[in-house]
């Protein structure tokens, strides 16, 4: 049926987040959540999270276009990021923040802002993915199985 | 733990855990933790929102915020409505660790920090300054599972600490008392053996542990008793300052070893925090200009901690302030790393004892013209030393003074400042208040009572900057005046604005304009503190009554006064050579100290000591009230410094003594210590 189908769909999709390790086990954790109270618990968080990420991201993207860009200010944006981060599950968005702010420890202003573009493309990526899986569950939603 | 509930009474948690352990019972207790409530603070929302739910989903009763400072209100607002508090580390209006300190001392309720961030030195930092916990985001909900234990155990130590300290009092411990008979010469010394040796056996502990920042004892640091630790702390000197060594000194029935060390631990966080804070300590001539940024550094957090306690309650009663202090360092279990405890002793002093407090190497501007005596409250975090310039104080009266603090005190939230009299000599109490108060310059001799004004502005959360040093720098000029000068006030060497009041003393200092007090000489003259003993301590403000002190006006009660009387604690204890106090000399070292011992006696002999102890202040200064030199010296600085904390400490330790109902004891409202420029 169409809506077996869906489901099956997105399970599917979900499973990919994991295999590719776009997301962790901290994803699960939060599904583990949602419950009769908050059914898309979930969603909702990761609507929030995308909302303030993507602002943080464009502050220090702007930042980095004008001269006076600090790395501790960088460097607390991305601290930022790396706790929410972290906390939603965003897997290799929170790889590229670590790795980039390892190299903005070292000094190098260069190598931070190329890390901080790496960090954008999974942070893209993440959200592109993520987006039509919970309008999909949105659109179909019953009590899924985890 | 089977407890009587009694004990903490009415610790639902207690009995609840009780009688959840033994899940015989109950009725309601049978559910905890479920029904726990926590506040969780952070400024990320997606960080916010999941604990939040989270935590609902562990059966807790969850309250969130994203700011420290609506976290602070809520606290301050529903005084037992939380149990526990989990907080993120980095938030922009406030830091993490000062508000873990501000609840510590104010609620002293266990928190828990959580960071992205794991470093080693942050997480350090979490234990110095007294969080129960350190989670590492993301934080998994397993972690918030047990969130409960810090709740129980916290409310197991105290209990055990009333216990304890319920025995002292009462002279009869009775697991300690028996131990070491060696003593016998006073129950104290007995139990204090054998609260020593209760200590060392006992693990349950987590509080018996001496070093344990979570131990609380429960006895009442007045500001006397504040001072007489001080004292014996700077006559073993700060690094040979052992625990049984300064009960000695102190010589004190009924006080432990144990007590003393708590109260040691605490106060020396509270001298480290100042010494890392401010870069120029005493630097003659930091004038009140230049606050903040030094020294409140540190003592910005707890400065503003204190100040704002201590404003907030209006004017502390010295006694409140001790008993803040005392209480503060007793209960702040995790708050060791908060240096109230000097503040708080500061504020102890009370005004009535004109003396002058110096503040410490502030200038205070003392006017000798005055007689009303600006006693500096040393509202570290609040009262930058810019502020204090900006107070100068050029009506005479305290009063005055106090008008014009009422009105800065305005802005800020709570703090009210409050001015505080200094009893006789002191005639000027400089009045910090979060910039715009015009310190009065009080009269630095003197034996006339000089009141004191102080106006503690309590600490206005993001106004006060001002290095809460106020307190300060009353002290300072209060030092400056050498007590032996009955008629002279030493008042010369400060600088304080003063109007015509004072008799020849004179400013020497020329008067900065900026800086309203001046600690010119060495002129120990030591406000009297007690002033703020005669403060009532309301509720949420604190009241200054006046001792003497001209200051009438407690708009707002948040007096410094806990600030006061730290630096008059401070003063005291260091009785400095009277040698020393004469006029110009600026250093003061901490005046304030010397102040709080001479606090007492408003003699000339105090002056002496004051400037004696100035002067050793300064030498070893950890504490001392920043700038040291009073030279010209910010007397914001001065005072700030060290006043903040101590004064803060004593009123916190008055509040805790239930000095005064009031419902927050500090009422200030969380005032971000960033201002203060460090």
């Known amino acids: ?95 590229e923040i670590n790795k980039t702010r390892q190299v903005l420890e070292k000094g190098n202003l260069e190598g931070t802002k190329a890390g901080i573009w790496e960090m954008r493309k999974e942070y893209d990526s993440l959200k592109a993915k993520l987006e039509p899986y919970f309008q999909l569950k949105q659109a179909n939603s019953v009590p899924k199985e985890k | 733990m089977k407890n009587s509930s009694g004990g903490k009474g009415s610790m639902s948690t207690a009995s609840s855990i009780t009688t959840w352990k033994a899940g015989d019972v109950v009725p309601v207790p049978d559910q905890f933790p479920a029904g726990l409530r926590v506040l969780v603070v952070d400024d990320d929302p997606t960080c916010l929102i999941i604990l939040e739910k989270m935590l609902r989903n562990c059966s807790y009763d969850v309250t969130k915020c994203n700011r420290a400072e609506t976290a602070l209100l809520k606290l301050r607002e529903n005084r037992n409505g939380f149990d526990i508090v989990i907080s993120d580390v980095h938030m922009p209006d406030m830091d993490g660790f000062k508000l873990l300190e501000h609840i510590g001392l104010e609620m002293d309720l266990p928190v828990i920090m959580m960071s992205a961030d794991d470093g080693k030195d942050v997480v350090m930092k979490g234990v110095t300054h007294g969080a129960c916990d350190y989670l590492i985001k993301p934080v998994r909900i397993e972690a918030l599972k047990n969130i409960w234990q810090h709740v129980v155990r916290k409310r197991k130590n105290e209990w055990k600490d009333l216990e304890q300290s319920g025995s002292v009092e009462e002279g009869d411990r009775q697991p300690k008392q028996s131990e070491d008979a060696d003593y016998s010469s006073s129950v104290n010394e007995g139990n204090w053996k054998s609260s020593k040796k209760r200590k060392d056996d006992e693990d349950e502990t987590d509080d018996r542990d001496d070093t344990s920042t979570l131990k609380k004892p429960r006895v009442v640091w007045s500001v006397e008793l504040h001072q007489q630790f001080v004292a014996a702390v700077n006559q073993l000197g700060i690094d040979k300052a052992v625990p049984k060594k300064i009960l000695e000194l102190m010589n004190v029935p009924g006080l432990t070893r144990e007590n003393v060390a708590s109260h040691l631990q605490k106060y020396r966080l509270y001298l480290r925090r100042l010494s890392g804070v401010s870069p120029h300590s005493c630097n003659p001539n930091n004038s009140f200009m230049n606050p903040q940024d030094e020294t409140f550094g540190p003592l910005s957090s707890v400065h503003g901690l204190d100040l704002q306690t201590l404003t907030a309650t209006g004017q502390l009663p010295a006694q409140c302030l001790a008993t803040l202090q005392a209480a503060m360092l007793g209960r702040s279990t995790a708050k060791s790393s908060v240096p109230m405890p000097l503040v708080n002793q500061r504020n102890i002093f009370s005004f009535e004892n004109p003396k002058l ?18 006693l500096l409250h040393g509202i570290p975090t609040t009262m930058e030393s810019k502020q204090l310039t900006s107070l100068r104080h050029t009506s005479q009266t305290i009063g005055n003074v106090n008008m014009q603090v009422a009105s800065h005190g305005a802005q800020s939230s709570q703090n009210n400042s409050s001015l505080i009299e200094m009893g006789q000599p002191l005639s000027r109490v400089q009045i910090l208040n979060d910039s715009t108060v015009p310190l009065s310059v009080g009269q630095p001799i003197v ?106 006006d407690s708009q707002h009660s948040n007096s410094l006064q806990g600030n006061l009387d730290l630096t008059q604690s401070v003063l005291v204890q260091q009785g400095f050579p009277s040698g020393q106090i004469n006029g110009q000399n600026r250093s003061v070292p901490i005046v304030s100290k010397a102040m709080f011992s001479a606090g007492d006696s408003t003699e000339p002999g105090n002056l002496l000591n004051v400037n004696h102890h100035l002067n050793t202040i300064r030498a070893d200064n950890t504490v001392r009230v920043k700038s040291e030199t009073v030279a010209d010296g910010n007397p914001s600085n001065l005072f700030v410094d060290h006043f903040g904390q101590e004064d803060l400490m004593i009123a916190l330790l008055k509040q805790q003594q239930g000095i005064a109902p009031a419902e927050n004891e500090f009422d200030f409202d969380g005032y971000s210590l960033d201002n203060i420029p460090v």
């Open chain 1, 1 to 95: 049926m169409e809506s077996k189908h869906v489901h099956q769909q997105i399970a599917a999709m979900r499973q990919s987040f994991f295999d590719e390790e776009v997301l962790d086990e901290i994803f699960s954790q939060l599904e583990q959540l949602e419950d009769q109270n908050n059914p898309n618990f979930v969603e909702e968080v990761f609507t929030m999270y995308f909302r303030d990420s993507t602002t943080l991201l464009e502050t220090i993207e702007q930042a980095m276009k004008t001269v006076s860009i600090t790395l501790a200010k960088m460097d607390r944006i991305l601290h930022q990021l790396k706790g929410s981060s972290a906390s939603v599950g965003a897997n290799k968005v929170l790889n």
């Open chain 2, 357 to 374: 407090r110096f503040g410490e190497g502030q200038q205070q501007h003392v006017n000798n013209n005055n007689k009303q005596v600006n």
């Open chain 2, 447 to 552: 034996p006339n009572g000089i009141a004191a004004n102080v106006s503690t502005r309590n600490g206005v959360p993001e106004n006060i900057r001002a290095p809460g040093y106020n307190l300060v720098s009353q002290t300072s000029s209060i030092l400056n005046f050498p007590m032996n000068h009955a008629s002279e006030l030493p008042v010369d060497t400060f600088s304080l604005r003063s109007t015509p009041g004072m008799s020849d003393h004179t400013s020497k200092g020329a008067f900065h304009e900026d800086f309203n007090s001046e600690i010119k000489g060495s002129a120990g003259f030591l406000p009297s503190y007690e002033v703020f003993n005669d403060y009532q301590y309301k509720s949420q403000n604190w009241e200054l009554q006046n001792a003497g002190m001209i200051l009438d």
